[in-house]
């Protein structure tokens, strides 16, 4: 909306200083009154300026496809792991989220340091040419792709949530509540709730999630200590890297 009054404003400025221009004495100098060529040419200027601005204002207003109201994330936005901590902070202060939001925010950076301190151990045992290193670099980046989708999928539900909406139907439960000792509530205001409450177990149980993950990332840290000591063979049968694996192949079902 703000773009297309932005456009409206910059036509009708342009129509209204393409007259002055045209019409003042120390410029172009039209007139009504003086050769029959000038005043010809005024008519049209006149009559083209309203034309303009009749048909451009209509098209800028009825004819622009309207920006839609609820834009989803669908991962191109974010290239960092700052985007998605940003695009965190910008939904704070609604307060049903607000506690998934701060613990969402702080395991992204609890993964950038699983992350950092990974990279960093392995390049002591290997050389990023080896199989083994680029083995374990892209379970690790499989791993951190599903630890991002949860947040974007997160990001989404909190978009589409109607907190205004939700707020109201709270208000009309606890009202409900105060005038039954059975504290029972109409169907359809139950039914609405329970969707609400679908969204926001949805986005706890991403939460929840991506806690798993970490405490993943974290069981391989220790194992890579015992690189020392393990073989090729080894290193597929530590607990760590299989349970990696299995997250990893279960990646169809984080999807959006």
Request: charged content about 25%.
């Amino acid at each position: 909306m703000k773009h297309r009054i932005g456009k409206m404003v910059a036509l009708n400025l342009g129509i209204a200083l393409l007259n002055v221009v045209l019409f003042s004495q120390g410029l172009v100098g039209l007139n009504f009154t003086e050769s029959a060529l000038k005043t010809a040419l005024a008519v049209t200027v006149i009559v083209m300026s309203l034309i303009a601005f009749g048909y451009g204002n209509y098209t800028l207003l009825f004819s622009e496809k309207p920006e839609p109201t609820v834009q989803l994330l669908r991962g191109t936005e974010f290239t960092s792991p700052q985007d998605y901590i940003q695009a965190l902070e910008d939904k704070k202060g609604k307060g049903v989220f607000e506690e998934d939001i701060h613990t969402s925010i702080e395991q992204i950076n609890r993964m950038q340091d699983k992350d950092r301190a990974l990279d960093s151990i392995l390049e002591q045992f290997f050389t990023p040419q080896e199989i083994t290193f680029t083995r374990f670099q892209s379970a690790i980046n499989a791993v951190q792709a599903i630890f991002y989708n949860n947040v974007k999928k997160m990001l989404n539900r909190m978009i589409i949530f109607d907190y205004k909406d939700y707020q109201k139907l709270l208000d009309k439960v606890r009202s409900s509540q105060a005038r039954s000792t059975g504290g029972v509530v109409s169907r359809p205001v139950d039914t609405q709730m329970r969707i609400y409450r679908e969204h926001i177990e949805y986005v706890r149980s991403l939460v929840n999630m991506n806690e798993e993950i970490l405490i993943k990332m974290d069981a391989l840290l220790l194992e890579i200590s015992k690189l020392d000591d393990l073989d090729e063979k080894g290193l597929e049968n530590m607990a760590a890297v299989q349970e990696i694996n299995d997250l990893i192949a279960q990646t169809k079902y984080y999807k959006t």
